[in-house]
């Protein structure tokens, strides 16, 4: 069984720093995916990042790149030069690669970034 | 263009009651996924389909039925509502393999008093 583990119920951040949001994941798959999504408190899902397990460079999308360290079962979320409107819950979550290929998620880190 | 569009919003109903809430997407993607969100437990996996007619059971699946006669609606239904229930329901689609990104619809937040 696969399982996500966020350990940081909360970070907190000042405006324009860098933050690392924690993710540690437990799978016996050798092919899976790992995904972060941000929840802002209007509630919607918003899709952030992804990586491949056999993915050997680190993924980057704009200001969000993942940290993956394979060897730890690790895949934390960096964001660079935060902004106000990046205050929200942060979820990471895996899929294996057959299947129906579901998404497992974690308890979520909220973040809050301050002026 | 809607993407995914949930039904009702919010919902408060009462014990005992069957419950139906509704999913529908635009885009004809095949697969898609039912989640219940609850606090200090992330999303749950409640029930997901593959296509049309194919269904099956995700991690907390007790107490709820889906059906999926046509690719773009994925209705969840509680059949007798309990407390335990009261939560906000996502639907999910996904176009195909495991790469593609989930797109999460609005929500729903429901009350079983």
């Known amino acids: 069984a696969q399982k996500i583990t966020q350990t940081q119920p909360g970070m907190f951040v000042q405006e324009k720093e860098a933050v690392t949001l924690d993710c540690t994941y437990d799978?016996?798959?050798?092919?899976?995916?790992l995904f972060w999504y941000k929840q802002p408190s209007s509630g919607e899902m918003i899709f952030l990042i992804y990586q491949g397990s056999y993915d050997e460079q680190n993924a980057t999308e704009g200001r969000y790149s993942l940290n993956f360290q394979k060897a730890r079962k690790s895949a934390n979320l960096v964001i660079s030069a935060s902004q106000l409107g990046d205050s929200a819950m942060y979820f990471c979550?895996?899929?294996?690669?057959?299947?129906?290929?579901?998404?497992?998620f974690g308890t979520g880190t909220r973040l809050l970034v301050s002026p | 263009d809607a993407g995914i569009t949930q039904s009702p919003r919010y919902k408060i109903t009462e014990t005992g009651r069957q419950v139906t809430l509704m999913c529908h997407q635009t885009?004809?993607?095949?697969?898609m996924f039912w989640y219940r969100q609850d606090l200090g437990h992330g999303l749950r996996l409640i029930y997901y389909s593959a296509a049309a007619d194919i269904t099956d059971k995700g991690e907390v699946p007790d107490g709820y039925v889906v059906s999926r006669s046509k690719t773009e609606n994925f209705p969840l239904t509680l059949e007798s509502a309990t407390r335990s229930q009261t939560s906000v329901y996502f639907c999910a689609t996904r176009r195909g393999g495991p790469t593609d990104t989930q797109y999460f619809g609005p929500g729903t937040r429901l009350t079983v008093l």
């Open positions: 885009w004809s993607h095949s697969y």
């Open positions: 799978t016996s798959d050798q092919s899976y995916g």
């Open positions: 979550a895996m899929s294996d690669l057959k299947g129906f290929q579901k998404l497992v």
